[in-house]
C-alpha cells in the first residue's frame, strides 16, 4: 500500500510542479509581449513628435498601437520623451488576479527642420 501512495504522491506533486512552470512561462511570454509593445509604440509616439511638433497625434498613435496603455508624452529643450505603460494581467499566488505594469520609454530629439508647427 505504501508503494501506490508513494506513486500517486509523485505524480501529484509532478502535476503541480508542471502547472506552475506552465504558468510562469505564460506570464513569461505576456510579459515579453507587453514589453515589446510597449517600446515599439513609444518608440514610434516620440519620432512622430519629435518630428511633427504634435503631442496629441503622437499620444493618438501610441494608443492606436496599444489600446489599452497609458501614455505620457514630455517635450523638455528639444527632447520629446515618450512613456508607454501596460498593466499586464497575471495570476498571483494561490489563484488570485494580479497585474503587472510594463513601461517602454523612448526619446527622440526635435529637428530644427521638422515638418510641422
Do not use: H, K
Not at 7 to 25: C, D, M, P
Not at 27 to 48: F, K, P, V
Amino acid at each position: 500500500m505504501s508503494r501506490g501512495s508513494a506513486l500517486i504522491e509523485t505524480v501529484v506533486i509532478g502535476f503541480a510542479v508542471v502547472l506552475l512552470a506552465v504558468q510562469a512561462l505564460v506570464t513569461i511570454g505576456r510579459m515579453s509581449a507587453a514589453g515589446a509593445a510597449a517600446a515599439e509604440a513609444a518608440r514610434y509616439a516620440a519620432t512622430l513628435a519629435a518630428r511633427t511638433g504634435s503631442l496629441d497625434d503622437a499620444r493618438r498613435e501610441a494608443r492606436r498601437i496599444v489600446p489599452e496603455a497609458t501614455v505620457a508624452i514630455d517635450r523638455t529643450a528639444g527632447t520629446v520623451v515618450v512613456a508607454v505603460s501596460i498593466d499586464v494581467p497575471v495570476l498571483g499566488p494561490e489563484g488570485s488576479p494580479a497585474s503587472m505594469t510594463v513601461t517602454g520609454r523612448a526619446t527622440a530629439t526635435e529637428g530644427r527642420y521638422r515638418s510641422g508647427p
